[in-house]
Each structure stands twice: as C-alpha cells, then as structure tokens.
C-alpha cells in the first residue's frame, strides 16, 4: 500500500521560500518517478514539477520555472520541493505524487499516480 506523507507547507509572505517534503513507503522509492500537483479554490489542477526515477531531466511547470526546484533521496524515501521567490499566485494545496508505473519519466498524469493528502501553502502579498 502506498502512502505518501508531505510536510513543510505554512504561510509566508511574497518572495519568501518553504521547503516541502514528502516521505514515501510501501514501495521501492528509487523505481519511481515522483512529482507534486497543487490546486487552489476553482482552479484546474497543475502539475508543478516532477523527477525521474533515475532523477534525471526533472520537469517544471512554465509558472515555477527557475523558483522552484525538486529533488529526491532514495536514501530516505524522500521527495522534496524547494519554492523560492514565492507569490501569492502560488497559493494552492500541494500533493505530492508517485507515478504508478515503474521507471516512468519526470511528467506523468495525475490519473496514473498514487497522491498524498496534500498540504497547504498559503502566500500573502
């Protein structure tokens, strides 16, 4: 059974930073490519970024290009998302995401992933 755990969200102000992160288990970690969704009230679900299971060529959505960055220790089961240079546009729920299928690239479909229970990020001006 897959469980995904994240942790790291809160308040900050425009152009702060957090760091979430997002402990895995019930699989093999380093078989599978991970990645973190957001959503905000009536907005469409976008996925944000998303790493390989070898960790190469990791994704980002067009909007957290060059502020955001993920990364992944197989050591520790671990995904992590540092967002910089936040907004208040950035406020959402964030899920992270384990893609389904083995050894998948770094964008994957939310209908193809197992989510954690999300955590939220809020973002004042």
């Known amino acids: 059974q897959v469980q995904l755990v994240e942790s790291g969200g809160g308040l900050v102000q425009a152009g702060g930073s957090l760091r979430l992160s997002c402990a895995a288990s019930?699989?093999?970690?380093?078989?599978?490519?991970m990645g973190w969704f957001r959503q905000a009230p009536g907005k469409e679900r976008e996925f944000v970024a998303g790493i390989s299971w070898s960790g190469d060529n990791p994704y980002y959505a067009d909007s957290v290009k060059g502020r955001f960055t993920i990364s992944r220790d197989d050591a520790k089961d671990t995904v992590y998302l540092q967002m910089n240079s936040l907004k208040p546009e950035d406020t959402a729920v964030y899920h992270c995401?384990?893609?389904?299928?083995?050894?998948?690239?770094?964008?994957?479909?939310?209908?193809?992933?197992?989510w954690g229970q999300g955590t939220q990020v809020t973002v004042s001006s």
């Open positions: 019930g699989r093999t970690f380093s078989d599978y490519a």
């Open positions: 995401a384990q893609d389904k299928w083995r050894f998948g690239a770094s964008l994957f479909l939310a209908s193809t992933a197992f």
